[in-house]
């Protein structure tokens, strides 16, 4: 069978599945990516598009996202075009429905069926625009994030089954996008995320590593930025370091911007924070180790006493589920998506949001008495375990819906074990 998946990050949420689906062997899998440098996947051919057209500086706000989405969209049809000449037709297509990659590719392959992600549907209120009173909305914030929705719409008659990974995300849709799809997580593998006793760091301006037996405590994102807490999480360092001198926190994340406005200040948010806290933290204690290897994010979290997950109502992050899984006990912000996969005295405890104070209380418990919140760790992996396993939950829900669109004789089984 021929696979087409699409994601102008390869492999964005399809790093399981199509690693999954190309050990088989049994297809031909071809990823559409705008991403110059992948990580190779045997088995997988990587094509590649450019957006047709990008929107200039000076494009209407109202209409500038769509008009890159645009953009992309024609750039993925003629690299299908360009595919199809080539001689590949894909028996079904795979792929993120958000930036307008699938907008156009009926039109290559009219009765090709189309899986879709709904990563999120764009909210002017209950979601992530002005709930951080800090951040209030800017000028016709609300009218312009309605309009990034076109896109969903756009592709809502193309695509034939759509998947979203969790019930808030799916839910910020509007009904007609719930009526033909489905809720599942893209799933994680526990099997390879667990506690290790043993894991070590080592840290640039220490001599020795540091491990489970230091006082450690993390803070992931993949940028540092208000929408994922991060100047929630800077503001509670104070306190923290102040009641615990052999703390040490360790932030991982980049200084660009995902989501939201850019910082005016230098050194993005993270500059505008030190700047704001100078003396008042021991920046000896804070160490910012940028956007790492997934090796080394692993070995992180698992040397943690405490793992920090703030977002306002948002996309879920994979970090918390992978943490989760690795027995992290975790402080996450009281927000509706988080409370989805984390119960509060459970699985993990949950702060508000909007409370570096609390934030700071909560950390300071768990690393004065670790024992006492282990077992919230260890409930939390088994949560993971038992609803969000890739190979053991996942992957046979994405593999019934895949099946759904296809012929009998082209449909996948799981394989054994």
């Not at 696979?3 to 690693?19: A, S, T």
């Not at 990974?165 to 893209?186: I, N």
């Not at 000896?284 to 790492?292: D, E, K, N, T």
Request: proline fraction near 6%; glycine fraction near 8%; include cysteine.
């Amino acid at each position: 069978m021929n696979i087409l998946f699409v994601h102008q990050n390869m492999p964005g949420q399809y790093r399981e599945l199509v690693g999954w689906l190309a050990a088989r062997k049994a297809h031909r899998i071809v990823f559409l990516t705008q991403r110059e440098k992948v990580q190779p996947i045997a088995g997988v051919t990587v094509a590649r598009y450019k957006p047709h057209h990008k929107a200039d500086e000076g494009a209407y706000p109202l209409s500038r996202y769509f008009e890159d989405c645009m953009g992309a969209g024609l750039g993925a049809h003629l690299a299908c075009r360009k595919l199809d000449e080539q001689g590949f037709r894909p028996d079904i297509i795979i792929g993120h429905a958000g930036w307008g990659e699938l907008a156009f590719l009926k039109q290559v392959w009219k009765d090709v069926p189309i899986l879709g992600y709904w990563e999120y549907y764009f909210l002017s209120e209950g979601g992530s625009i002005g709930f951080d009173p800090e951040f209030p909305p800017g000028e016709a914030i609300a009218q312009i994030t309605r309009a990034r929705n076109a896109v969903n719409h756009l592709c809502l008659p193309d695509v034939d089954l759509g998947q979203s990974p969790t019930a808030w995300q799916m839910a910020t849709f509007p009904p007609e996008f719930g009526a033909k799809s489905y809720v599942c997580h893209d799933g994680i593998r526990t099997d390879l995320l667990g506690p290790d006793p043993a894991a070590t760091v080592g840290l640039g301006r220490l001599r020795r590593r540091v491990g489970r037996d230091d006082e450690v405590f993390t803070y992931m994102a993949r940028n540092m930025e208000p929408t994922r807490g991060f100047h929630i999480f800077m503001r509670a360092l104070p306190e923290i370091l102040a009641a615990r001198p052999q703390a040490r926190a360790l932030v991982i994340g980049g200084n660009a911007t995902s989501y939201g406005p850019d910082s005016p200040d230098e050194g993005g948010y993270r500059g505008r924070m030190e700047k704001e806290l100078g003396d008042r933290v021991d920046w000896s204690r804070v160490h910012f180790l940028g956007r790492v290897p997934y090796d080394d994010f692993r070995r992180v979290i698992q040397i943690s006493r405490a793992h920090i997950y703030l977002t306002v109502p948002f996309v879920l992050s994979w970090s918390l589920l992978e943490a989760m899984a690795m027995g992290a006990v975790v402080i996450a912000s009281d927000t509706a998506p988080v409370r989805e996969v984390v119960r509060a005295g459970e699985t993990g405890l949950l702060v508000d949001f909007l409370d570096p104070a609390a934030l700071a209380r909560q950390v300071i418990a768990v690393l004065e008495r670790p024992q006492d919140y282990a077992a919230l760790g260890q409930a939390a992996r088994r949560h993971m375990v038992e609803t969000y396993d890739f190979n053991t939950r996942a992957l046979a829900v994405h593999l019934e819906k895949i099946n759904s669109l296809l012929p009998r004789k082209l449909a996948i089984a799981p394989a054994a074990g």
